[in-house]
């Protein structure tokens, strides 16, 4: 089965949920075996590329933030990573005007949207995926994630919160025939109201509001439309999961576990597991593994924005 990439750019205005600044994306087309690449068109004295990938990330807290050998970072990169992952795309290149990728609605569907819209175009030349061979796991701070043999890619996730607006979630998704398009990628992220304060106060949450995230008081939440599924809060968490493991640079053929876990988990899994030779192959996709790829099967009629 072949790799896939865009077949027409897409462009997305929007501002950084952490300096709340303009953020101006454009998503362009690539050449087979080119992966996924940043670009910091704002730069312009040194190496302004950035590659996707996870032993580039250095910082997770609030988000995912990728930086180059140069010292040029860009952050926030988690959705439009699900994104990408989420519809097939294996090949592109991302232009950004500035250090953060745009929050938008504080989720994935905008960027789904325009990739949906651009659509698809098939590569000449094979995809290749990681297959888990044997259990990886990490756990530290009260939070713990695992990569375990399966023959899908699996998501399993739960979360547990005092809050009583959220309070225990869990869900369990298989990531095929355009799941994460139906399931996952319009559910936004979340923060308690507690925590705003603080973080602006720290020089975060800049560019955040009710428009682009869910904050909840105890057992209110205080968006006026209230979650867009009851369970929306464990989805936002599967979302983020499937944007990190993109950073792997392939698909993954296995199981992720992750109990109250974030992106400095899913990162530290990764690193864990690339760390373990014998706990992973590199394989050419069959067409029975390609049709269990996220990206597999979707047809614009999957995609609800709200």
Known sequence: ??????????EIVGK???SGKRAALRVSPAVADFGIWIQRVDVTDRDNMIPARYDHVNDTRLCTRLANDAGVEVSTVEHLMAALAGTGIHNAMIEID?????????????????ILKA???ELDAPLQAIRILKE??????????????????????????????IGKQSKTLQMSNGAFVRELSNCRTFCLRRDVDMMQSAGLALGGGLENAIVVDGDTVLNPEGFRRDDECVRHKMLDALGDLALAGHPIIGRYHGEKAGHRATNLLLRELFSQPDAWEMVEC?????HDLPGAHIKPTDFVLA
């Open 1 to 10: 089965m072949m790799q896939r990439t865009l077949k027409t750019p897409i």
């Open 16 to 18: 950084g949920l952490h």
């Open 136 to 165: 990886v796991s990490i756990s530290v701070d009260g939070f713990s994630a695992s990569l375990s043999p399966s023959e899908k890619i699996e998501i399993e996730f739960a979360i547990d919160f005092d809050e009583a607006a």
């Open 119 to 121: 659509g698809l175009k």
């Open 286 to 290: 069959t067409p029975n593994q390609w």
């Open 98 to 114: 500035g250090p953060e990728i745009p929050i938008m609605d504080g989720s994935s569907a905008p960027f789904v949207a325009a």
